[in-house]
């Protein structure tokens, strides 16, 4: 993405007309590196995010309502002591780089007018969130920085807020740039100037010259001259005719945006405004890697149980085939017993007839020689005996095993869905539960229950568990016994339960809960899927008390093609 100055500025520009004059009314902090605020401007309220996430750094209003900590961080605490009912008296960039800053204007404990800057530095790895008070002195600082090599400044309260240095020309410097270009003599001219020009992502620098190129020949005199001016053009491009914001749409989903119609992509979708172009193509990803992030301890726990399920199952196995010649065991001591008068101790081989097979042969069977035949006799009896009781209790082991495991498996469903920090705590506490994480202190812990999803369809309300927590409690203590109940067959999903209040419930809603609930499952890549539905009358525990599992007798079965219906989803 060209997270650059240009596309920057222009942001910041667009964000300027929308929140200028607003009042900062709730500030929260939904992620460790991003701010949430909620802005009365114009009548409306609007949620501005500014996030230093390292790989996704933006700044947008709208997109996703996150859900907010329990206790809030303490630079959330510290925003809110002095910018809570600020005003926003503009938004614009600093230095000609990616630096985005808010002056707003607040009340201290006296009353007092003070004016403060929330600067947002959007550079990848270095991205930061501060605020500087009016002498520019750091007030606070998201992150705390004592003193980076890298970029020569200390970022703590107190410090003194310095710019990042700069030791390449601005995009604006007209003559210095004309004199860069005329010096060059390579063959990639957008390389060139983006290492010798700040502010500038290669895909824009390659537009430029494409631009100039198509109107002027490289090697003219006019050409240096053209390329300055239309690098001054696109430093302030908001007020120029070429601004039109466009996204790249690709298998589906948006994957990049854009201030003007970059020749490079084709079919690039026009968008009302860069804003919503940005929200397009940051909002999915940052959903996704925070999910990602969230999640990655309890994947990696969930694979790594499953492993040790299946291998303990394995070892098992072996063992039952082991245990498979106890009878074998048996018939030597047999035959060993009965052939005892033909041998003596001292012996390590016994020659016997196998009377158990027809025609009798010859057999060979180990001895001991340290034991007499009784004794040996009496050994391989021990043996049988020891498989036939290893049979008993590996056979009834392999049966939990085999439970556990599919227990196991029914909670893969809710690591794809979860993503709130209830939810995931949830899932946390079910795979200790299970032993797959170390037991967590829930004193300690406070989460609210996370809720399930919810659907309105037909005037009858419908909701989605996400975990097996969730699928239990909307069984059997939120639905009614008239309420109808519908899971995939055979296939771990979510419990979908439509609350029919006393009345019939529709052929057709019962076919858009089947359609959710085989969308919110394991089987959801298939084209059909079997998913019974019955009332939750004719449902009872599983006899393991395993929460989310149930039997059933009494039941219909649709076969229909999984639909997330985003259609019917409540707001």
């Known amino acids: 993405m060209p997270n650059d100055y240009i596309t920057i500025n222009a942001l910041a520009q667009e964000i300027n007309a929308l929140v200028k004059d607003g009042k900062i009314d709730k500030i929260n902090m939904p992620e460790k590196d991003e701010i949430g605020f909620n802005i009365r401007s114009g009548g409306a309220t609007k949620l501005l995010a500014v996030s230093c996430n390292a790989n996704n750094p933006r700044i947008h209003i709208g997109g996703d309502?996150?859900?907010?900590?329990?206790?809030?961080?303490?630079?959330?605490?510290?925003?809110?002591?002095?910018?809570?009912?600020?005003?926003?008296?503009?938004?614009?960039?600093?230095?000609?780089?990616?630096?985005?800053?808010?002056?707003?204007?607040?009340?201290?404990?006296?009353?007092?007018?003070?004016?403060?800057?929330?600067?947002?530095?959007?550079?990848?790895?270095?991205?930061?969130?501060?605020?500087?008070?009016?002498?520019?002195?750091?007030?606070d600082t998201l992150k705390q920085v004592s003193y980076d090599t890298m970029t020569k400044r200390c970022l703590l309260p107190g410090a003194k807020y310095i710019l990042p240095p700069q030791n390449k020309l601005l995009p604006t410097q007209n003559e210095e740039i004309c004199n860069l270009i005329r010096e060059y003599n390579?063959?990639?001219?957008?390389?060139?100037?983006?290492?010798?020009?700040?502010?500038?992502?290669?895909?824009?620098?390659?537009?430029?010259?494409?631009?100039?190129?198509?109107?002027t020949s490289q090697e003219s005199k006019e050409f240096a001259y053209a390329v300055a001016q239309r690098l001054k053009e696109y430093s302030d491009i908001f007020n120029s005719p070429k601004y039109s914001p466009c996204a790249l749409k690709q298998n589906g989903a948006y994957t990049d945006f854009f201030v003007t119609q970059y020749s490079e992509f084709k079919d690039l979708e026009?968008?009302?405004?860069?804003?919503?172009?940005?929200?397009?193509?940051?909002?999915?990803?940052?959903?996704?890697?925070?999910?990602?992030?969230?999640?990655?301890?309890?994947?990696?726990?969930?694979?790594?149980?499953?492993?040790?399920?299946?291998?303990?199952?394995?070892?098992?196995?072996?063992?039952?085939?082991?245990?498979?010649?106890?009878?074998?065991?048996?018939?030597?001591?047999?035959?060993?017993?009965?052939?005892?008068?033909?041998?003596?101790?001292?012996?390590?081989?016994?020659?016997?007839?196998?009377?158990?097979e027809e025609n009798s042969p010859v057999i060979e069977i180990k001895l001991d020689d340290r034991l007499t035949p009784q004794q040996n006799s009496q050994a391989y009896y021990k043996k049988y005996a020891k498989l036939k009781r290893t049979f008993a209790v590996v056979s009834k082991q392999i049966e939990?095993?085999?439970?556990?495991?599919?227990?196991?498996?029914?909670?893969?469903?809710?690591?794809?869905?979860?993503?709130?920090?209830?939810?995931?705590?949830?899932l946390q506490q079910e795979l200790s539960n299970l032993g797959a994480l170390k037991k967590i202190k829930t004193e300690k812990t406070k989460y609210k229950p996370s809720q399930p999803i919810a659907y309105e369809v037909d005037d009858f309300a419908i909701l989605v568990g996400k975990n097996n927590i969730q699928n239990d409690k909307l069984t059997f203590k939120v639905a009614n016994g008239g309420d109808m109940w519908a899971h995939t067959q055979k296939v771990h999903g979510s419990h979908v339960?439509?609350?029919?209040?006393?009345?019939?419930?529709?052929?057709?809603?019962?076919?858009?809960?089947?359609?959710?609930?085989?969308?919110?499952?394991?089987?959801?890549s298939a084209t059909k899927q079997e998913c019974d539905y019955t009332l939750r009358r004719n449902l009872r525990r599983h006899p393991s008390g395993k929460l989310g599992m149930v039997l059933y007798t009494t039941y219909k079965t649709a076969y229909v093609q999984p639909n997330k219906h985003e259609e019917y989803l409540s707001v």
């Open 497 to 524: 339960i439509i609350f029919a209040e006393g009345r019939e419930i529709p052929d057709n809603v019962v076919q858009v809960a089947c359609e959710i609930a085989a969308y919110y499952s394991l089987g959801n």
């Open 400 to 426: 939990e095993l085999k439970d556990e495991l599919q227990y196991l498996d029914s909670i893969s469903p809710s690591l794809a869905m979860c993503s709130t920090a209830d939810e995931i705590a949830e």
């Open 65 to 139: 309502k996150k859900t907010n900590p329990m206790t809030a961080p303490s630079f959330c605490m510290h925003l809110r002591k002095h910018l809570g009912g600020g005003i926003i008296n503009g938004v614009f960039t600093l230095a000609q780089d990616r630096i985005i800053c808010f002056d707003i204007t607040a009340h201290n404990e006296m009353r007092d007018k003070v004016r403060f800057a929330l600067i947002a530095e959007m550079m990848g790895r270095y991205s930061n969130i501060l605020l500087v008070k009016e002498n520019g002195i750091i007030s």
């Open 270 to 356: 026009k968008t009302k405004s860069l804003n919503q172009a940005v929200v397009l193509c940051t909002v999915e990803k940052d959903r996704k890697e925070r999910w990602q992030d969230k999640t990655k301890f309890l994947q990696k726990a969930f694979a790594a149980y499953r492993k040790k399920l299946l291998n303990k199952i394995a070892k098992d196995n072996d063992k039952l085939e082991e245990c498979a010649q106890a009878e074998l065991i048996k018939k030597y001591g047999d035959l060993i017993l009965s052939n005892a008068y033909a041998l003596k101790k001292g012996d390590t081989v016994a020659k016997v007839a196998d009377y158990y």
């Open 186 to 215: 390579g063959t990639d001219l957008a390389k060139y100037i983006i290492s010798n020009v700040s502010g500038l992502a290669l895909v824009t620098a390659k537009q430029i010259v494409a631009e100039c190129a198509a109107e």
